[in-house]
């Protein structure tokens, strides 16, 4: 008996040993953001009740031209992988390893900033101009503890007499296991992340022109007196 009870004890104990098992928890959508859609989306993304970030659309008019700007806000301490002092938001490919990112802002991340004049003063700036099935990497943080995961949208820019972003989000997901890497686009908990490990440096898509960075900065960060200050006085973006 006693030889029994010292073996089941031993066997609870490797039982309490072992490791928790990975799971992704994933979500599919199919939200439209900006024209035809809402204008900004609550993305909860552990379904705890609890909006963790906002992706939003937005443009407005004023002299000399129209603002436009696609943006992902990080709420409470989350964050969301960006690069450059404006904190433009990186487009990751599907495959690229998420976590921990780089660079990680906890302020608005910028996806598409444009400006659109009425005498041909028109710029278009972000990683995620016209992509499709690109992904944002997110930092989650459950009380202390930090989660990775991403979220999935195809991104349309369209120009006419007016210009047009167009944003879908096709799909979030997050690692339930604190501090664990998840893979953009995986869907299923798994140990294997080296099949896919890229870096989120090579994930990166339509890079920031330099020739319009300072215009981006003033423009598109303050609006209409924003323009103003670029006109008068040129502010670099960090390279990151």
Known sequence: ????VATAAGVGVLALAQPAESKI????????IGYGGVHEYNLDINHDGVTDFIVGNTSSCDYPGCFYNLYAVPLGRNGINATGSIHFAR????????GPPRSVTNFTALMVAAFYGSQKDHFISGHWVNVRNRYLALTLNVGGEIHYGWAR??????RGSMLDIAATLTGYAYETIPNKPIIAGRTKGTDDLSAQDLSPDAAL???ISKKHQPATLGALALGAPGLFVWRRKESP????
């Open 1 to 4: 008996m006693y030889a029994l």
């Open 205 to 207: 898509t339509n890079p």
């Open 153 to 158: 949208l195809s991104v349309k820019v369209s």
């Open 91 to 98: 487009a990751l490919h599907a495959g690229a390893r998420i």
């Open 237 to 240: 973006l960090e390279s990151n």
């Open 25 to 32: 928890v994933y979500t599919p959508a199919d939200i439209k």
